[in-house]
């Protein structure tokens, strides 16, 4: 198995952090913003989240929301190598400061699709950072 993990300090409170990944709101300020996506679907552990992009869609059940920590969510739909991986934003306070760690989980392999996903995730968390500061 393969894992995508990046972390990144945010100078924001963790219940914004938590806002702009829990939510569809927040998901659009920084997944949506520019880039053609669009989002749907509803908030609660075990909904779907649906992600569009042109033609081509994907869809993320959330697993869990642990209020200003936590979500993560599973893919059941989506690109093949995306299915049943696991996706998770934890957030944490140190020191004044903020972490957001991230984490991809569960690909079979690290192919080149996984390497671009890795750099887009990446950009992904940097939004989220540019977002708030």
């Known amino acids: 198995m393969a894992d995508i993990k990046h972390h990144i300090t945010i100078k924001a409170p963790v219940k914004d952090i938590y ?3 829990a939510t569809k709101a927040g998901i659009r300020k920084w997944l949506t913003k520019d880039n053609g996506w669009k989002i749907a679907g509803k908030e609660n552990v075990d909904d779907i989240l649906f992600f569009y992009f042109g033609g081509n869609h994907h869809e993320m059940k959330i697993l869990k929301l642990t209020s200003d920590k936590e979500v993560n969510w599973i893919c ?46 990446k950009g992904c968390i940097t939004d989220i950072k540019n977002v708030l500061e």
């Open 76 to 121: 059941p739909y989506g690109p093949p190598e995306w299915i049943n991986t696991v996706v998770s934003f934890k957030i944490e306070a140190k020191d004044g400061i903020s972490i957001l760690y991230f984490a991809h989980t569960g690909w079979a392999r690290k192919s080149a699709f996984f390497k671009l996903c890795n750099q887009v995730w």
């Open 19 to 21: 806002k702009l990944v």
